[in-house]
Protein backbone atom coordinates (compact mmCIF):
# COMPACT_ATOMS: atom_id res chain seq x y z
CA UNK A 1 0.00 0.00 0.00
CA UNK A 2 1.34 3.78 -0.69
CA UNK A 3 2.30 6.20 1.91
CA UNK A 4 -0.99 8.75 1.67
CA UNK A 5 1.86 11.22 2.48
CA UNK A 6 3.39 10.14 -0.75
CA UNK A 7 1.07 11.06 -2.41
CA UNK A 8 -0.47 14.49 -0.73
CA UNK A 9 -0.27 17.05 -3.12
CA UNK A 10 2.27 19.94 -2.66
CA UNK A 11 0.40 23.13 -1.87
CA UNK A 12 -0.61 25.92 -4.11
CA UNK A 13 -0.68 29.08 -4.97
CA UNK A 14 -4.20 30.84 -5.75
CA UNK A 15 -2.99 30.73 -9.02
CA UNK A 16 -2.65 27.29 -9.15
CA UNK A 17 0.82 26.91 -8.99
CA UNK A 18 2.49 24.44 -6.78
CA UNK A 19 4.85 26.10 -4.34
CA UNK A 20 6.92 24.30 -1.66
CA UNK A 21 5.95 25.62 1.78
CA UNK A 22 7.63 28.73 2.79
CA UNK A 23 8.61 30.84 5.71
CA UNK A 24 9.27 34.33 6.06
CA UNK A 25 12.12 33.86 8.87
CA UNK A 26 14.07 31.55 9.07
CA UNK A 27 15.43 30.24 12.30
CA UNK A 28 17.59 32.48 13.80
CA UNK A 29 14.54 35.17 12.75
CA UNK A 30 16.18 35.92 10.09
CA UNK A 31 14.58 36.61 6.88
CA UNK A 32 14.56 33.92 4.82
CA UNK A 33 16.21 34.61 1.05
CA UNK A 34 14.07 31.99 -0.42
CA UNK A 35 11.27 33.67 0.73
CA UNK A 36 12.29 36.62 -0.87
CA UNK A 37 13.67 35.21 -4.10
CA UNK A 38 9.61 33.65 -3.94
CA UNK A 39 8.34 36.96 -3.57
CA UNK A 40 10.26 38.74 -6.23
CA UNK A 41 9.16 35.87 -8.76
CA UNK A 42 5.74 36.44 -8.12
CA UNK A 43 5.99 40.37 -8.94
CA UNK A 44 7.89 40.12 -11.87
CA UNK A 45 5.52 37.64 -13.02
CA UNK A 46 2.57 39.90 -11.99
CA UNK A 47 0.99 37.14 -10.03
CA UNK A 48 -0.66 39.57 -7.58
CA UNK A 49 -2.98 35.84 -6.07
CA UNK A 50 0.99 34.25 -5.78
CA UNK A 51 2.02 37.51 -4.05
CA UNK A 52 -0.94 38.33 -2.13
CA UNK A 53 -1.14 34.01 -0.54
CA UNK A 54 2.62 34.80 0.38
CA UNK A 55 2.10 37.92 2.30
CA UNK A 56 -1.14 37.59 3.93
CA UNK A 57 -1.55 38.29 7.59
CA UNK A 58 1.85 40.02 7.34
CA UNK A 59 2.49 42.59 10.33
CA UNK A 60 3.01 46.41 9.26
CA UNK A 61 6.79 45.71 10.81
CA UNK A 62 7.50 42.46 8.83
CA UNK A 63 5.78 43.79 5.49
CA UNK A 64 8.28 46.74 5.95
CA UNK A 65 11.29 44.55 6.62
CA UNK A 66 10.09 42.41 3.45
CA UNK A 67 10.13 45.69 1.64
CA UNK A 68 13.94 46.56 2.54
CA UNK A 69 14.86 43.12 1.74
CA UNK A 70 13.41 43.60 -1.84
CA UNK A 71 15.10 45.07 -5.03
CA UNK A 72 14.70 49.12 -5.12
CA UNK A 73 12.47 48.72 -8.78
CA UNK A 74 10.50 45.53 -6.95
CA UNK A 75 9.09 47.93 -4.07
CA UNK A 76 6.94 50.35 -6.07
CA UNK A 77 5.71 46.80 -7.75
CA UNK A 78 4.50 44.98 -5.02
CA UNK A 79 2.41 47.76 -3.67
CA UNK A 80 0.79 48.21 -7.06
CA UNK A 81 0.53 44.54 -7.52
CA UNK A 82 -1.34 44.16 -3.61
CA UNK A 83 -3.51 47.36 -4.16
CA UNK A 84 -5.98 47.65 -1.27
CA UNK A 85 -4.58 44.63 0.91
CA UNK A 86 -1.41 46.50 1.25
CA UNK A 87 -1.27 48.09 4.52
CA UNK A 88 0.55 51.72 4.12
CA UNK A 89 1.54 51.82 7.51
CA UNK A 90 4.59 48.94 6.63
CA UNK A 91 5.83 52.37 5.11
CA UNK A 92 6.35 53.99 8.77
CA UNK A 93 8.23 50.83 9.34
CA UNK A 94 11.13 51.31 6.59
CA UNK A 95 14.13 53.55 6.05
CA UNK A 96 13.70 57.10 5.28
CA UNK A 97 15.57 57.04 1.92
CA UNK A 98 13.61 53.50 1.12
CA UNK A 99 10.02 55.25 1.90
CA UNK A 100 10.94 58.23 -0.11
CA UNK A 101 11.87 55.81 -3.37
CA UNK A 102 8.92 54.16 -3.14
CA UNK A 103 6.56 57.03 -2.70
CA UNK A 104 8.20 58.66 -5.85
CA UNK A 105 7.39 55.98 -8.02
CA UNK A 106 4.11 55.10 -6.86
CA UNK A 107 0.70 57.38 -8.45
CA UNK A 108 -0.61 60.08 -6.14
CA UNK A 109 -3.88 58.52 -6.13
CA UNK A 110 -2.35 55.62 -5.09
CA UNK A 111 -0.36 57.41 -2.06
CA UNK A 112 -3.73 59.22 -1.27
CA UNK A 113 -5.93 55.93 -0.83
CA UNK A 114 -3.05 54.52 1.32
CA UNK A 115 -2.95 57.40 3.33
CA UNK A 116 -6.83 57.30 4.03
CA UNK A 117 -6.57 53.99 5.85
CA UNK A 118 -3.92 55.11 8.03
CA UNK A 119 -3.76 56.18 11.55
CA UNK A 120 -3.53 59.84 11.80
CA UNK A 121 -0.48 60.11 13.34
CA UNK A 122 0.94 57.41 10.28
CA UNK A 123 -0.13 59.03 7.98
CA UNK A 124 1.34 62.22 9.36
CA UNK A 125 4.55 60.48 9.16
CA UNK A 126 4.19 59.63 5.57
CA UNK A 127 3.15 62.77 4.40
CA UNK A 128 5.98 65.16 6.19
CA UNK A 129 8.87 63.90 4.29
CA UNK A 130 6.85 64.73 0.58
CA UNK A 131 7.59 67.68 -1.36
CA UNK A 132 5.06 70.63 -1.27
CA UNK A 133 3.26 69.72 -4.46
CA UNK A 134 3.21 66.37 -3.94
CA UNK A 135 1.84 66.61 -0.47
CA UNK A 136 -0.74 68.98 -1.78
CA UNK A 137 -1.79 66.68 -4.29
CA UNK A 138 -2.29 63.64 -2.18
CA UNK A 139 -3.63 66.24 0.53
CA UNK A 140 -6.25 67.42 -2.02
CA UNK A 141 -7.40 64.02 -3.03
CA UNK A 142 -8.56 62.44 0.47
CA UNK A 143 -12.01 63.67 1.99
CA UNK A 144 -12.45 67.41 3.56
CA UNK A 145 -12.75 66.53 7.19
CA UNK A 146 -9.32 64.09 6.83
CA UNK A 147 -7.82 66.95 4.77
CA UNK A 148 -8.37 69.80 7.27
CA UNK A 149 -7.11 67.32 10.00
CA UNK A 150 -3.53 66.06 8.64
CA UNK A 151 -3.24 69.92 7.59
CA UNK A 152 -3.79 71.14 11.30
CA UNK A 153 -0.95 68.49 12.30
CA UNK A 154 1.34 69.45 9.80
CA UNK A 155 1.68 72.87 10.54
CA UNK A 156 3.09 72.13 13.94
CA UNK A 157 6.99 72.34 14.14
CA UNK A 158 8.96 68.84 12.95
CA UNK A 159 9.49 66.71 15.52
CA UNK A 160 6.81 68.15 18.21
CA UNK A 161 3.92 66.62 19.87
CA UNK A 162 1.55 67.80 17.32
CA UNK A 163 2.99 65.72 14.43
CA UNK A 164 3.16 62.21 16.66
CA UNK A 165 -0.82 62.48 18.04
CA UNK A 166 -3.52 60.73 17.20
CA UNK A 167 -6.87 62.94 16.68
CA UNK A 168 -9.16 59.57 17.00
CA UNK A 169 -10.05 60.02 20.72
CA UNK A 170 -13.22 60.11 23.06
CA UNK A 171 -14.38 63.39 24.74
CA UNK A 172 -17.35 63.86 26.89
CA UNK A 173 -18.68 66.83 28.95
CA UNK A 174 -18.14 66.65 32.62
CA UNK A 175 -22.36 66.34 33.46
CA UNK A 176 -23.03 62.90 31.91
CA UNK A 177 -22.89 59.85 34.07
CA UNK A 178 -20.72 57.00 33.45
CA UNK A 179 -23.69 54.93 32.02
CA UNK A 180 -24.35 57.73 29.16
CA UNK A 181 -20.54 57.55 28.78
CA UNK A 182 -20.40 53.20 28.25
CA UNK A 183 -24.11 53.51 26.59
CA UNK A 184 -22.07 56.19 24.23
CA UNK A 185 -19.14 53.91 23.46
CA UNK A 186 -21.30 50.87 22.85
CA UNK A 187 -23.45 52.86 20.38
CA UNK A 188 -20.86 54.49 18.33
CA UNK A 189 -19.45 52.56 15.38
CA UNK A 190 -16.03 55.06 14.70
CA UNK A 191 -14.34 54.67 18.02
CA UNK A 192 -10.52 54.60 18.35
CA UNK A 193 -8.70 51.05 17.99
CA UNK A 194 -7.19 51.64 20.79
CA UNK A 195 -7.95 53.84 24.38
CA UNK A 196 -6.62 53.98 27.90
CA UNK A 197 -8.64 57.14 29.10
CA UNK A 198 -11.84 59.31 28.58
CA UNK A 199 -11.10 63.08 28.10
CA UNK A 200 -13.58 65.59 29.51
CA UNK A 201 -13.68 68.69 27.78
CA UNK A 202 -15.88 72.03 27.94
CA UNK A 203 -18.24 73.38 25.39
CA UNK A 204 -15.42 75.15 23.57
CA UNK A 205 -13.20 71.93 23.95
CA UNK A 206 -10.88 72.62 26.75
CA UNK A 207 -9.35 69.92 28.72
CA UNK A 208 -11.21 69.63 32.23
CA UNK A 209 -9.70 66.18 32.91
CA UNK A 210 -9.60 63.01 32.01
CA UNK A 211 -11.08 59.30 33.47
CA UNK A 212 -9.23 55.96 33.44
CA UNK A 213 -11.10 53.28 31.66
CA UNK A 214 -10.46 51.08 34.75
CA UNK A 215 -12.02 53.87 36.97
CA UNK A 216 -14.89 53.94 35.03
CA UNK A 217 -16.06 50.83 34.33
CA UNK A 218 -15.86 50.34 38.23
CA UNK A 219 -18.07 53.21 38.97
CA UNK A 220 -22.25 53.13 39.38
CA UNK A 221 -24.11 53.94 36.28
CA UNK A 222 -25.66 57.35 37.95
CA UNK A 223 -22.39 58.86 38.98
CA UNK A 224 -21.67 61.70 36.75
CA UNK A 225 -18.01 62.06 35.21
CA UNK A 226 -16.90 65.17 36.37
CA UNK A 227 -17.38 63.50 40.18
CA UNK A 228 -14.52 60.91 39.08
CA UNK A 229 -12.31 62.20 36.82
CA UNK A 230 -8.66 63.57 37.58
CA UNK A 231 -9.02 67.45 37.01
CA UNK A 232 -5.27 67.51 36.61
CA UNK A 233 -4.09 64.47 33.76
CA UNK A 234 -1.11 64.29 32.20
CA UNK A 235 -0.54 66.37 29.10
CA UNK A 236 1.46 67.92 26.99
CA UNK A 237 1.67 70.98 24.44
CA UNK A 238 0.79 70.09 20.26
CA UNK A 239 3.99 72.49 20.26
CA UNK A 240 6.64 70.94 22.80
CA UNK A 241 9.36 69.10 21.96
CA UNK A 242 8.71 65.18 21.44
CA UNK A 243 11.50 64.06 23.17
CA UNK A 244 10.02 65.97 25.97
CA UNK A 245 6.68 64.15 25.59
CA UNK A 246 8.98 61.09 25.57
CA UNK A 247 10.64 61.95 29.11
CA UNK A 248 6.94 62.66 31.02
CA UNK A 249 5.98 59.07 29.53
CA UNK A 250 8.97 57.16 30.51
CA UNK A 251 9.19 59.55 34.01
CA UNK A 252 5.80 58.63 35.01
CA UNK A 253 4.94 55.42 33.23
CA UNK A 254 2.16 56.93 31.14
CA UNK A 255 0.23 54.90 28.70
CA UNK A 256 -1.60 58.15 27.18
CA UNK A 257 -1.13 61.57 27.79
CA UNK A 258 -3.68 64.40 26.63
CA UNK A 259 -2.36 66.99 23.87
CA UNK A 260 -3.51 70.61 23.90
CA UNK A 261 -3.07 73.39 22.11
CA UNK A 262 -1.83 76.94 23.51
CA UNK A 263 -5.22 77.95 24.93
CA UNK A 264 -5.43 74.92 26.62
CA UNK A 265 -8.11 73.18 23.80
CA UNK A 266 -7.79 69.48 23.57
CA UNK A 267 -6.42 68.28 20.01
CA UNK A 268 -5.43 64.70 20.16
CA UNK A 269 -3.35 62.54 22.22
CA UNK A 270 -0.36 60.52 22.42
CA UNK A 271 0.00 56.79 23.13
CA UNK A 272 2.68 54.68 24.51
CA UNK A 273 3.71 53.07 21.00
CA UNK A 274 4.14 56.30 19.33
CA UNK A 275 6.50 57.31 22.47
CA UNK A 276 8.50 54.36 22.20
CA UNK A 277 9.20 55.27 19.08
CA UNK A 278 10.08 58.19 19.49
CA UNK A 279 12.79 56.92 22.47
CA UNK A 280 14.16 54.50 19.56
CA UNK A 281 14.61 57.60 17.25
CA UNK A 282 16.72 59.46 20.10
CA UNK A 283 18.93 56.79 21.47
CA UNK A 284 19.67 56.03 17.94
CA UNK A 285 20.50 59.37 16.99
CA UNK A 286 23.02 59.87 19.75
CA UNK A 287 24.71 56.51 19.40
CA UNK A 288 25.38 57.93 15.44
CA UNK A 289 26.14 61.74 16.66
CA UNK A 290 28.73 59.97 18.92
CA UNK A 291 30.31 58.40 16.61
CA UNK A 292 30.14 61.33 14.25
CA UNK A 293 27.58 59.65 11.78
CA UNK A 294 25.01 61.84 10.33
CA UNK A 295 21.65 60.81 12.66
CA UNK A 296 20.12 60.59 9.53
CA UNK A 297 22.19 58.22 7.96
CA UNK A 298 20.42 54.78 7.10
CA UNK A 299 21.81 51.58 6.16
CA UNK A 300 19.81 52.03 2.78
CA UNK A 301 21.50 55.17 1.70
CA UNK A 302 23.82 55.45 -1.47
CA UNK A 303 27.60 55.52 -1.26
CA UNK A 304 27.78 59.21 -2.22
CA UNK A 305 25.17 60.08 0.45
CA UNK A 306 27.10 58.19 3.48
CA UNK A 307 30.81 59.57 1.58
CA UNK A 308 28.92 63.28 2.11
CA UNK A 309 27.66 62.47 5.50
CA UNK A 310 30.73 61.56 7.14
CA UNK A 311 33.50 63.60 5.26
CA UNK A 312 32.58 66.57 7.55
CA UNK A 313 33.58 64.90 10.46
CA UNK A 314 36.84 62.78 9.12
CA UNK A 315 38.29 66.98 8.36
CA UNK A 316 37.17 67.90 11.60
CA UNK A 317 39.35 64.76 13.07
CA UNK A 318 42.11 65.71 10.14
CA UNK A 319 42.45 69.14 11.81
CA UNK A 320 42.02 67.97 15.42
CA UNK A 321 44.62 65.30 14.63
CA UNK A 322 47.08 67.70 13.24
CA UNK A 323 47.21 69.91 16.53
CA UNK A 324 48.02 66.44 18.12
CA UNK A 325 50.89 65.84 15.23
CA UNK A 326 52.02 69.49 16.18
CA UNK A 327 52.91 69.11 19.60
CA UNK A 328 54.61 65.76 18.72
CA UNK A 329 56.81 67.98 16.42
CA UNK A 330 57.94 70.16 19.36
CA UNK A 331 58.96 66.76 20.49
CA UNK A 332 61.06 65.69 18.14
CA UNK A 333 64.51 66.03 19.55
CA UNK A 334 63.07 63.98 22.68
CA UNK A 335 62.20 60.89 20.63
CA UNK A 336 65.15 61.05 17.92
CA UNK A 337 67.39 60.71 21.52
CA UNK A 338 64.82 58.10 23.26
CA UNK A 339 63.07 55.61 21.08
CA UNK A 340 61.12 54.52 23.90
CA UNK A 341 58.95 57.26 24.25
CA UNK A 342 58.02 56.98 20.68
CA UNK A 343 56.91 53.27 21.52
CA UNK A 344 55.11 54.18 25.00
CA UNK A 345 53.04 57.40 23.32
CA UNK A 346 50.37 55.35 21.62
CA UNK A 347 49.71 53.81 24.51
CA UNK A 348 48.97 57.42 26.92
CA UNK A 349 46.88 58.72 24.04
CA UNK A 350 45.10 55.40 23.71
CA UNK A 351 44.43 55.12 27.85
CA UNK A 352 43.11 58.67 27.53
CA UNK A 353 41.20 58.84 24.50
CA UNK A 354 39.45 55.67 25.66
CA UNK A 355 38.96 57.43 29.15
CA UNK A 356 37.43 60.40 27.65
CA UNK A 357 35.13 58.36 25.68
CA UNK A 358 33.52 56.12 28.73
CA UNK A 359 33.18 59.58 30.84
CA UNK A 360 31.78 61.60 27.86
CA UNK A 361 28.87 59.06 26.79
CA UNK A 362 27.57 59.02 30.53
CA UNK A 363 27.54 62.70 30.36
CA UNK A 364 25.90 62.95 26.96
CA UNK A 365 23.05 60.43 27.73
CA UNK A 366 22.59 61.69 31.37
CA UNK A 367 22.03 65.28 29.17
CA UNK A 368 20.00 63.92 26.67
CA UNK A 369 17.66 62.29 29.93
CA UNK A 370 17.71 65.50 31.61
CA UNK A 371 19.68 63.45 34.44
CA UNK A 372 22.62 66.03 34.70
CA UNK A 373 21.98 69.67 35.64
CA UNK A 374 22.91 72.63 36.96
CA UNK A 375 21.98 70.50 40.59
CA UNK A 376 23.95 67.96 40.03
CA UNK A 377 26.75 69.12 37.92
CA UNK A 378 29.38 70.04 39.81
CA UNK A 379 29.38 66.66 42.59
CA UNK A 380 29.24 64.54 38.66
CA UNK A 381 32.78 66.60 37.76
CA UNK A 382 34.04 65.86 41.45
CA UNK A 383 33.25 62.25 41.28
CA UNK A 384 34.78 62.01 37.48
CA UNK A 385 37.79 63.36 38.69
CA UNK A 386 38.34 61.12 41.22
CA UNK A 387 37.40 58.43 39.11
CA UNK A 388 39.80 59.60 36.65
CA UNK A 389 42.83 59.81 39.22
CA UNK A 390 42.07 56.50 40.59
CA UNK A 391 42.03 54.69 37.72
CA UNK A 392 45.05 56.54 37.03
CA UNK A 393 46.98 55.57 39.55
CA UNK A 394 46.14 52.11 39.22
CA UNK A 395 47.52 51.93 35.62
CA UNK A 396 50.28 54.19 36.33
CA UNK A 397 51.73 51.56 38.60
CA UNK A 398 51.00 49.24 35.95
CA UNK A 399 52.09 50.41 33.32
CA UNK A 400 55.30 51.50 34.84
CA UNK A 401 56.47 48.21 35.67
CA UNK A 402 56.09 46.73 32.18
CA UNK A 403 57.89 50.06 30.85
CA UNK A 404 60.92 49.27 33.47
CA UNK A 405 60.80 45.40 32.48
CA UNK A 406 60.54 46.00 28.56
CA UNK A 407 63.49 48.63 28.07
CA UNK A 408 65.34 48.03 31.20
CA UNK A 409 65.36 52.00 32.10
CA UNK A 410 64.56 52.54 35.56
CA UNK A 411 64.07 56.31 35.16
CA UNK A 412 61.53 55.71 32.59
CA UNK A 413 59.26 54.16 35.17
CA UNK A 414 58.03 57.37 37.10
CA UNK A 415 57.86 59.37 33.56
CA UNK A 416 54.91 57.35 31.94
CA UNK A 417 53.45 56.99 35.50
CA UNK A 418 53.13 60.49 35.64
CA UNK A 419 51.86 60.86 32.29
CA UNK A 420 48.91 58.30 32.86
CA UNK A 421 47.72 59.87 35.82
CA UNK A 422 47.81 63.38 34.51
CA UNK A 423 46.35 62.31 31.31
CA UNK A 424 42.88 60.02 32.77
CA UNK A 425 42.38 62.88 35.11
CA UNK A 426 42.49 65.34 32.88
CA UNK A 427 39.94 62.85 30.15
CA UNK A 428 37.50 62.57 32.87
CA UNK A 429 37.55 66.42 33.19
CA UNK A 430 37.18 67.26 29.18
CA UNK A 431 34.67 64.12 29.31
CA UNK A 432 32.32 65.72 31.34
CA UNK A 433 32.74 69.62 31.29
CA UNK A 434 32.98 69.73 27.37
CA UNK A 435 29.52 68.08 27.07
CA UNK A 436 27.92 70.75 29.64
CA UNK A 437 29.41 73.26 28.06
CA UNK A 438 28.00 72.78 24.14
CA UNK A 439 24.92 71.99 26.36
CA UNK A 440 24.99 75.50 27.94
CA UNK A 441 25.46 76.75 24.73
CA UNK A 442 22.58 75.23 23.22
CA UNK A 443 24.80 72.63 21.07
CA UNK A 444 24.24 69.47 20.90
CA UNK A 445 26.69 67.87 22.60
CA UNK A 446 26.38 64.31 21.26
CA UNK A 447 27.23 66.00 17.64
CA UNK A 448 30.19 68.38 18.92
CA UNK A 449 31.48 66.72 22.22
CA UNK A 450 33.74 63.55 20.25
CA UNK A 451 36.35 65.27 18.69
CA UNK A 452 36.65 67.97 21.24
CA UNK A 453 37.59 65.78 24.42
CA UNK A 454 39.35 63.39 21.73
CA UNK A 455 41.64 66.12 20.81
CA UNK A 456 42.46 66.92 24.67
CA UNK A 457 43.00 63.32 25.64
CA UNK A 458 45.64 63.30 22.74
CA UNK A 459 47.25 67.13 23.19
CA UNK A 460 47.38 66.90 27.03
CA UNK A 461 48.23 63.07 26.88
CA UNK A 462 51.46 63.73 24.02
CA UNK A 463 51.88 66.84 25.95
CA UNK A 464 52.77 65.59 29.52
CA UNK A 465 54.45 62.51 28.51
CA UNK A 466 56.75 64.07 26.38
CA UNK A 467 57.22 67.00 28.57
CA UNK A 468 57.82 65.48 31.77
CA UNK A 469 60.03 62.79 30.12
CA UNK A 470 61.97 65.60 28.35
CA UNK A 471 62.14 67.41 31.86
CA UNK A 472 63.36 64.31 33.77
CA UNK A 473 65.97 63.22 31.51
CA UNK A 474 67.34 66.55 30.67
CA UNK A 475 66.88 65.70 26.67
Known sequence: ??????????????????????????????IDPAFVDAVSEAIRAADAPRLQHLVEDFHESDLGDLLEALEPEDRPRLIELLGPAFDFAALTEVDDAVREEILEELETSTVAEGVRELDHDDAVYILEDLDEEDKAEILEQLPPVERVALQRALEYPEGSAGRRMQNELIAVPPFWTVGQTIDFMRETENLPDTFYEIFVIDPGGHLLGAVPLDKLLRSKRPVTIQSIMDDDPDRVRATDPQEDAARLFQRYNLVSAAVTDEAGRLVGVLMVDDIVDVLDEEADADIKQLGGVNSEEELSDTVWDIVKSRSTWLFVNLCT??????????????????????????????MGGNAGTQTMTVAVRALA????GRANAWRIIRREMVVGLLNGAAFALLLASVAVLWFGTANLGPVIGLAIVVTLVSAAFGGIVIPLALSRLGVDPAVSSGPLVTTITDVVGFFSFLGIATLWFGL
Open 321 to 350: ALLSASVINAFSGSLQKMVALAVLMPIVAS
Open 369 to 372: TREL
Open 1 to 30: MQDVENRTPPPSSPSGAATAPLSFRDGNQD
